[in-house]
């Protein structure tokens, strides 16, 4: 049981040529005030790599986009991404530090997440303990409610896209396929990976946003406490099959409470399916843990640091109004992420 499933690709994007040297800007050694060090990880059309500001020292992950590879579509799916990133503040979501951008390429200065994929960590270190894998799931449900909250859907959670700070705390990432959505309108895009997709996007239902959501953070719970994925198959056709039919094992050291949590969440029928809402409350969740309620309006939201601002005017002679405008316009250019370094670090 404890076999860590094999990794989920989200969806099959054609590989790009690798040797077509149109960009100037791929090879770069360094950019903006930021200098790469090596390469962290590398996607269909996105490079990401680890780089270390020079002016703060501090280090920060770059998502290199190729702007040439990709059609209108895909260019107004990015500029989505980069909006919605814009949009979110919380202490479980990777943040974006600075966007720059060239006639060729985007690069996303953000947060880094020094401890990697949970997918890795759990290959490493087997199927959590209840109380680790609580502590674990409190913060992914945290940033997910925060995030529909804000009208934001992720629709590709999952094990790989959960990353680990340097304290181990999570950092959900890769809003690549997350969308706006409406509660009185439906999504009709098929998203996310396979094995954390909920059935209604295999049976081409059209659907509101946060109830797949909700499916995936089943699956998540699920592979933190069994290090197994709950539906499986050899190829989509029976992972369908096995997903819609839904039924999945439940291991005799799953304790009550856990059994029946997952049994909210991996409910086939979303409008049977529970909300967020209704999970804050419930017993596995909150075991331990009465005191502190989960808090879902976690927004990081940047406040004014007077010293942080005393400090830049002096040490990088900057003004102060100037500086104090871009925050408020919520600006991520080279003063802003000079801020948001500072305030995060
Ligand atoms: C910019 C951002 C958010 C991002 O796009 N990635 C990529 C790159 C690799 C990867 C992945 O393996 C899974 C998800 C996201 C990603 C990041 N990876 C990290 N740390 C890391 C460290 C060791 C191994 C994997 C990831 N920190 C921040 C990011």
């Not at 700070?165 to 098929?190: H, Q, V, W």
């Amino acid at each position: 049981m404890s076999a860590v499933p094999a990794k989920s690709s989200s969806s099959s994007r054609p590989r790009k040529d690798k040797d077509d040297t149109s960009n100037p800007d791929i090879n770069l050694a360094s950019i903006g005030n930021y200098v790469f060090q090596k390469t962290v990880g590398e996607g269909n059309f996105a490079k990401v790599k680890l780089a270390k500001h020079k002016l703060t020292g501090v280090e920060v992950a770059v998502k290199i986009i190729d702007k040439t590879t990709l059609d209108e579509k895909k260019l107004s799916k990015l500029y989505r991404e980069v909006r919605i990133m814009k949009l979110l503040h919380h202490p479980n979501i990777v943040k974006l530090y600075e966007v720059i951008e060239t006639k060729y390429t985007v690069f996303l200065v953000m947060e880094y997440a020094s401890g990697g994929e949970l997918y890795d960590y759990l290959v490493v270190h087997g199927k959590m303990k209840e109380k680790e894998a609580r502590a674990k799931f409190r913060q992914i449900l945290s940033a997910v409610s925060y995030c529909h909250k804000k009208r934001v859907i992720h629709r590709d959670l999952k094990a790989e896209n959960l990353l680990l700070d340097a304290n181990l705390d999570i950092k959900i990432a890769d809003f690549g396929f997350s969308n706006y959505f409406d509660p009185d309108s439906k999504l009709d895009t098929f998203c996310g990976s396979p094995p954390y997709a909920a059935p209604e996007l295999f049976q081409g239902r059209r659907y509101t946003g946060p109830e797949v959501d909700i499916w995936s953070l089943g699956v998540i719970l699920y592979v933190l406490t069994t290090g197994c994925l709950p539906f499986d198959g050899k190829n989509l056709q029976e992972m369908r099959e096995s997903v819609c039919r839904g039924k999945y094992r439940i291991p005799f050291y799953l304790s009550d409470y856990c059994e029946k949590l997952l049994r909210k969440f991996l409910v086939r029928d979303p409008y049977k399916r529970a909300g967020l809402e209704m999970l804050i409350d419930d017993a596995w969740i909150n075991e331990g843990h009465a005191d502190s309620p989960i808090s879902t309006d976690v927004s990081q939201k940047v406040e004014e640091n007077e010293a942080i601002i005393r400090l830049m005017v002096q040490k990088y002679s900057l003004d102060r109004d100037v500086l104090i405008q871009k925050l408020k316009d919520n600006v991520y250019d080279e003063v802003s992420s000079i801020y948001y370094l500072l305030y995060y670090e």
